[in-house]
């Protein structure tokens, strides 16, 4: 996932839809190895791209804000899980 990062910075820059996704990817591999600080950075960041590149009711940006949600969860923060669920 580094690596795709890199290349499409390169090719398409920050404010892309397909860099949101590669930012989710990343994402989701640390929150598969238990690293739910770093997910939700790279969660944060891919949707706060979806959010300025795409319309905001877009179903994207929901799977970007259930992701931010389990992250949450599974960091003990049940409270901040609700608002994004």
């Known amino acids: 996932y580094e690596r795709a990062l890199q290349i499409r910075l390169a090719t398409l820059g920050e404010q892309h839809a397909d860099m949101a996704a590669t930012y989710n990817n990343i994402g989701n591999a640390y929150f598969n ?3 739910y600080n770093n997910a939700l950075h790279m ?3 891919g949707l706060q791209i979806r959010l300025a590149v795409v319309r905001k009711k877009h179903p994207d940006n929901a799977a970007a804000y259930n992701n931010v949600g389990l992250t949450q969860y599974g960091k003990g ?3 901040k899980a ?3 669920h």
């Open 33 to 35: 190895k238990g690293e």
């Open 43 to 45: 969660f944060d960041i």
């Open 77 to 79: 923060e049940h409270d």
């Open 82 to 84: 609700l608002q994004m």
